[in-house]
């Protein structure tokens, strides 16, 4: 049985649902983002070896963030480097993928 | 003794902490791409179990830091604050809170097939406490019921780890940790004295991933814990199907969990349906885990909606099935990931 308290969280999440789409519609894009065409291309053929490294060690885990800026690219790479257990050649080839 | 505690917990996290702060400092002159970052989750779920209804914000907060090319230094904390109903037939609710280091660990990359680690570390038994269960990763809420085998109660060691990746080919892929845990009591870095490790085998060709888990615990009554995984993400679709297997000497269990994302920017596309199916199974009534104490079976329908600028809303019905209780369970929630420079660096 749905209580009161539950499907008063089902319409709070539906009003933030319909918040962020209103708010999406009219994004711009912004010129610092470094993943944001990774995030589109993950179902694609990879047209890179850092696109494939991508494809196959992100997001396995996870989904990929939409936006962040170029300069913690490199530190974001590092990361996967460690927890994906990637070589020194992977990390490189993924770095030009999001700095290309 | 116990008194004393907490007040060397304290102490440790300001050590800690100001260690980051001079390894933050040196790091300064940094390439423009190397710049420290912030990442994590805000989140604010509900979980309703049987009718009662519990209410938690939760903040995980991130940080990362390399440190030239060889070394990189990364932590989260976990900041929930829960309130439940108070039960015994009073009304109203109770809150309780936690705050506490997920992690702290330092990495040393000895070269391509070797990463050094030590400090405070997740416990890589399985897949979930590693990879899934930050809370802007999981696609469910809550854990499987089986989280806690292989992990004990903190899902962090406290010692040393080796990991990196044995043989990487075109066709196949072999990569494996181990690692050694000392036994801690303090207040921030709990753990318990254990040793184990994780071999995966990776076919990305298949985009199929096979491993194998295991860990002894080295403290009071040894304990062995095996476990195995399947991941699978066929090529080309946005579909992913996550099994796992585990088994302690006091339960046994496994969770099938598979997500299908639509596809796209558009606003169906962005709807994730989720199905997981669990079943544990209980040897005995002497183990510390967090294992239901009976047979349990749960199938788990979710439905996720990733929002743009990084939210996404999460919602689920399980029904759980055991020999003392059926009970519905409804879960909702809602997850922002942030990431961003710890600073506005060079590349900015």
Partial sequence: MITKSSLAGFLLLAAAAAFFGAAASGTAPTPRTSAKAATKRQAAQPSSDGERIFQQNCSRCHNAPETFPQSISGTIVRHMRMRANLSQREEQELLKYLNP | ?348
């Fill in chain 2, 1 to 348: 003794m116990q008194a004393h505690a907490p007040a060397r917990g304290h102490r440790a996290i300001r050590v800690l902490l100001t260690l980051c702060l001079v390894l933050f400092s040196s790091s300064l002159p940094g390439a423009a791409q190397n710049t420290p970052l912030l990442s994590g989750g805000v989140g604010f779920f509900s979980s309703t179990f049987g009718g009662a209804t519990t209410y938690y914000p939760i903040i995980e907060p991130l940080a990362a830091l390399p440190l030239g090319q060889h070394f990189f230094v990364e932590s989260r904390a976990t900041l929930l604050e829960t309130y439940s109903p108070s039960g015994n037939s009073t009304q109203g609710y109770q809150h309780s809170h936690f705050i506490g280091l997920t992690y702290l660990q330092g990495a040393a990359i000895a070269n391509s097939h070797l990463t050094v680690i030590g400090g405070s570390f997740l416990l890589p038994f399985g897949t979930y406490n590693e990879r899934l269960s930050p809370v802007w990763i999981g696609n469910f809420q809550d854990g499987p019921l089986i989280a806690s085998l292989g992990v004990f109660g903190s899902g962090s060691g406290l010692g040393g780890q080796l990991r990196g990746s044995a043989i990487s080919r075109a066709r196949y892929s072999l990569d494996y940790v181990a690692y050694f845990s000392a036994r801690s009591n303090n207040t921030q870095f709990n753990a318990d004295r254990s040793s184990g490790g994780r071999v995966d085998l990776y076919l990305p060709e298949q985009r199929l991933e096979i491993g194998a888990s295991y860990v002894r615990l080295l403290q009071g009554t040894h304990e062995n814990f095996s476990g195995m995984h399947v991941w699978w993400e066929p090529k080309d679709a946005n579909f992913r199907l996550r099994s796992e297997f585990a088994r302690g000497q006091h339960a046994i269990g496994y969770w099938s969990e598979a997500d299908y994302r639509l596809g796209g920017d558009s606003f169906w596309g962005r709807f994730e349906p989720l199905f997981r199916l669990q079943q544990t199974f209980r040897l005995n009534q002497n183990g510390g885990d967090s294992v239901p104490l009976v047979n349990t079976q749960r199938a788990d329908f979710g439905l996720d909606y990733n929002l743009p600028h990084n939210v996404r809303i999460l919602t689920s019905y399980a029904r759980q099935f055991s020999s003392t209780e059926n009970a519905n369970v409804w879960e909702t929630g809602i997850v922002y990931r942030f990431l961003f420079p710890a600073w506005k660096g060079k590349g900015l």
